[in-house]
């Protein structure tokens, strides 16, 4: 009889189990849990290490940042476990322990003393949120548990938890509340800030720590209290923790590099995740950086920089503007990618053309004298000219006649060709051809294709495409160079012993400034071996700057971001083979002084005739005997030619080289001689004369 009333019981049993899987199965299939919009989280846009650069709010106006247990601090986990729910790890949505004893407290009080709501179900109120508090509504909550539970595993139950959870205002989940109220990821969270965290979900608006101090301190101090988590903590841990004060204001989010950030945006809406090529670390120094520099250069003034990576072509860091929310300086505006004249910028790439077609050397001499290019007639910026100097002299002066003469040499055309090879085109106006005036900015350039420009200098002439500073498929790599690498030393060579700003220590750094027309824009570029930072000043309105200068504004700015970036110096690239520094005496007659034109002839403007000695005269019998038997020198006068020049007599230098076209020599004896005067072009004229 007892085997009977057992089988019918198991049989009982078994179709009740039918039934309510059955139940489940079609309530699973009719009213499933509204999972999807449990996942929507805010767009995050992180650097390079992975670190959050900029977050942005998800459509209905909240921070809830993507989450899971790995991110999040063991110990805050195992004190939410043990607070909320202690057999979260064994039941499936609902606690049958956790229901009778909060029954047998309802009935033994008459008011409610626990709750019995698992994480499972307070995951199912957070993702169907519901204003009444009734039986029914608690009911259809443990209901939507167990379809969770059904659905998802633990972790990722415990995932859903961490993303949606309340934490005040519009607040959610641990890590964006973790950001808010101690300015850090939840990684490694103390004793006090974890307990703080677990107890904030449960009354979020009258917790508020920034609002509500004290009852968000009695809040966390119920949590240190609770056995459970003190097991997890210790009870010593858990008293110290107390003590400790609840932050009194609420941080703002990471919104470093705005302008990156929103470009990237709406190139892809709706990615949860952009990945970056910036260094958290150093976006943060160089974005102080020019926001102190902005300040003290004037109420309207921004400064942009560009950092990159000459080898991988990443941006390192690219701040558009000293401060985006500055209305006054148009923060809003992106200045690195804004076209304006880079002033003298694009020498040092007139210079390495030179260098490379063979027209000059660094002690080749040129002339900085007013001259007249087919009508345009260019002055140096501080309206003053100083003769005859080297190359190297007039690149490191940034003297603008020797560069026109230069670029006159080599061809804009041919320039522009070079910088195509880089990836860069610079704007020019409507309908005309690249002309000499790109030698003192006559063009226009972003900072961020200037930075590519002098990229390609730091890599040995190799160009490297930079990008938007999004992170994407790599580069090809270059197979053509801009310049080659001799040419490129020489330009490295020249800029690296520029002078370095007033106050500021030489950096190992090769650089050049540039200043436009007007006082509109102020630049500095430089480069180690490896990196490479640009630096603008000016007004985004385009609006002139009195007193803004390359040197005076700008090159301070790039010191200080080499020294604050963090990064190491790689040191500039020896030597390559052929490459040396000749002494302007060692240097071919061709090259010692600069006077030929992209033609390869001698410009007719500026060439004087070729040397003449008029005295003496060609077979002259020239006595010299004085008193007593002794010769007197014999004064020797010449015309044309270029300066300086040096004498002979007999194949022998008679003294130093002199700018004078009158000299003297006396002979070692009587007889015939052969007097010869060279100039600085290496033409020379001779006479042979009798000497008494």
């Known amino acids: 009889m007892r085997w009977k009333k057992t089988a019918i019981a198991v ?73 909320e729910d202690q057999r979260f790890w064994q039941h499936a949505g609902i606690d ?41 509504a608690k009911f259809l909550q443990a209901a939507r548990a167990v379809q969770i539970e059904r659905r998802l595993g633990k972790a990722e139950i415990l995932d859903l938890y961490l993303n949606l959870a309340p934490y005040g205002g519009n607040l959610e989940g641990v890590r964006a509340a973790s950001l808010a109220w101690f300015g850090k990821e939840p990684k490694r969270l103390s004793t006090a800030e974890a307990a703080l965290l677990v107890s904030l979900p449960q009354l979020p608006e009258r917790r508020r720590p920034d ?152 002690e080749t001499l040129i002339e900085d004298r007013p001259s007249d290019f087919y009508g345009y007639r260019p002055r140096n910026f501080d309206m003053s000219y100083q003769g005859d100097v080297s190359i190297r002299q007039a690149l490191q002066l940034s003297l603008n006649v020797p560069a026109v003469k230069l670029l006159d040499a080599v061809s804009p055309a041919a320039l522009m060709v070079r910088f195509r090879r880089a990836g860069v085109s610079l704007s020019l106006p409507a309908g005309e051809a690249p002309g000499l005036a790109i030698a003192l900015g006559g063009a226009g ?3 961020v294709d200037l930075v590519q420009l002098y990229a390609a200098l730091a890599n040995r002439g190799v160009p490297v495409a930079l990008g938007d500073g999004v992170r994407s ?25 520029v002078l370095p700003p007033l106050g500021m220590k030489q950096r190992g750094i090769a650089y050049k400034t540039g200043t436009s027309y007007g006082y ?9 071996g490896r990196h490479v930072i640009g630096v603008w000043v000016g007004r985004a309105d385009n609006g002139a700057v009195p007193g803004i200068a390359g040197y005076a504004s700008a090159a301070p ?69 004085g008193q007593g038997g002794d010769m007197s020198p014999l004064v020797l006068k010449m015309q044309g030619g270029r300066a300086p020049f040096r004498w002979l007599a007999n194949g022998k230098p008679i003294r130093d080289l002199s700018r004078k076209r009158t000299s003297q020599w006396l002979p070692d004896g009587a007889g015939y001689s052969t007097l010869t005067v060279i100039d600085a072009d290496g033409r020379a004229s001779s006479v042979r004369v009798f000497v008494d």
Request: hydrophobic share 45%.
């Open 445 to 447: 350039v972003s900072l």
């Open 557 to 625: 700015i790039l010191f200080e971001a080499f020294e604050k970036s963090g990064v190491a110096i790689t040191p500039l690239p020896s030597a390559p083979t052929g490459a040396v520094r000749l002494a302007a005496q060692d240097l071919p007659a061709a090259q010692r002084r600069f006077s030929v034109t992209s033609s390869g002839l001698v410009t007719a403007s500026t060439r004087e005739a070729a040397p003449h000695i008029v005295y003496p005269p060609e077979g002259a019998k020239v006595e010299l005997s």
């Open 96 to 136: 049958p322990w956790a229901l009778l004893r909060a029954g047998w407290q309802l009935v033994s009080n008459g008011r409610i003393v626990s709750g019995a709501s698992t994480l499972s179900m307070q995951v199912a109120r957070l993702i169907e949120p519901r204003t009444d508090r009734s039986f029914s």
């Open 211 to 362: 609002r509500f101090p004290e009852a968000a301190k009695a809040a966390r101090e119920r949590v240190l209290l609770r056995l459970a988590v003190a097991d997890v903590v210790g009870d010593g841990e858990a008293a110290r923790a107390s003590l400790s004060m609840v932050p009194s204001r609420r941080m703002e989010l990471p919104a470093f590099a705005p302008h990156l950030a929103e470009v990237a945006r709406r190139k892809a809406p709706d990615a949860g995740e952009i990945s970056t090529t910036l260094s958290l670390p150093v976006q943060r120094e160089l974005e102080a950086l020019a926001k102190r520099a902005a300040e003290k250069l004037g109420p309207k003034v921004s400064v942009a920089i560009v950092m990159a990576d000459s080898r991988t072509g990443d941006i390192l860091a690219e701040i558009g503007s000293s401060d985006y929310t500055d209305t006054a300086r148009r923060g809003w505006v992106d200045m690195t990618r804004a076209v304006r004249s880079p002033g003298s910028t694009l020498k040092p790439f007139i210079y390495g053309l030179a260098f490379e077609d063979g027209v000059a050397a660094q």
């Open 473 to 497: 498929q790599p580069q090809p790599q270059q197979t053509s160079t801009m310049l080659d690498t001799v040419a490129v030393w020489n330009v490295s060579d020249i800029l690296a012993s």
């Open 520 to 528: 509109r824009d102020a630049w500095s570029v430089g480069y180690d």
């Open 11 to 83: 049989a009982l049993v078994s179709v009740l189990t039918i039934g309510a899987a059955y139940t489940l199965d079609a309530l699973d299939k009719a009213y499933p849990p509204p999972l999807d919009a449990a996942f929507s989280r805010s767009l995050e846009v992180k650097g390079a290490n992975g670190q959050l650069l900029r977050a942005f709010a998800t459509p209905d106006g909240r921070w809830r940042l993507k989450t899971t247990a790995g991110d999040v601090d063991p110990q805050f986990l195992k004190m939410l476990v043990a607070y």
